[in-house]
């Protein structure tokens, strides 16, 4: 670990091992998992039958002869139990680790390796996600830096109560790279792709920003108080920053409980 790693909270991982471990993952998930070489990092998401995500995930190779799927939010158990009954005859097995995660010095985007102490690091350019074995408590500050970043990169996270919940479009899959449209059959692809090729889906993204606080959790927005979710949301003595998946139009101002919240970007699909 570096002198600059400071912990931001325990996350959960799938870890895919075998021979058809890439074969697995390109079945199953939404992503070109033919594209992950090793030594990468790339989003990724499981779908539903019906096109909802099921898991949203940062999926790596890590170099050793596994990948890791990371999961953003969700159950690791049950998904990794219900991502079993689809591995049939294939040589693959699926377990479940549990890591600290420290925020890490600048790493190349897209990088994903493991260094010579054992932990795995997922390189995010302006900085890096370090996962080791080693407990230890969260830095408050580091964490909300952390996720303030998150909240501008357009990154969410799936909330345990919705899942399966939310079509690709609501949470910007498109935009961070998780659903391809020119790969063999997944779970799910032909919904992704009839809201990809004709639109049509009511829901989008957005990262707010406002003076008044906000819990994470369904929401009502507007003056017909239409149902929202927040899904990542950091108040400090700045205000308050939040992702939200509303009613998609090319809003400059969302209305929150009856607070003006500015919309600081739109992300698309």
Known sequence: MTPA????GKVACIVIEGA????FAQTQFSGDVDALAPGRWQWNAWLTAQGRVRALM??????DGRLLA???GGDVDATRDALAR?????RVTLAVGHFTAFAGDPVADG???VDADGVVVLGHGTRSLRLSPVSAP????????WRLQDITWGWPS???EAEPGFLPPALGLEHLGAVAFDKGCYPGQEIAARLHYRGGHKLRLYHVRGSSSLSPGPTQVGDDATTAWLLEVVTNRKGTQALIVASHGRLKQINILGNIYDVISIFEA
């Open 5 to 8: 790693s400071r912990a931001i």
């Open 20 to 23: 058809d471990a890439h074969r």
């Open 58 to 63: 940062h999926l790596a190779d890590t170099g």
């Open 70 to 72: 990371m999961l953003r």
């Open 86 to 90: 689809f591995v049939f005859r294939m």
């Open 111 to 113: 990088t994903a390796g």
């Open 138 to 145: 969260s830095d408050p500050v580091a964490q909300e830096e």
């Open 158 to 160: 799936l909330p345990a």
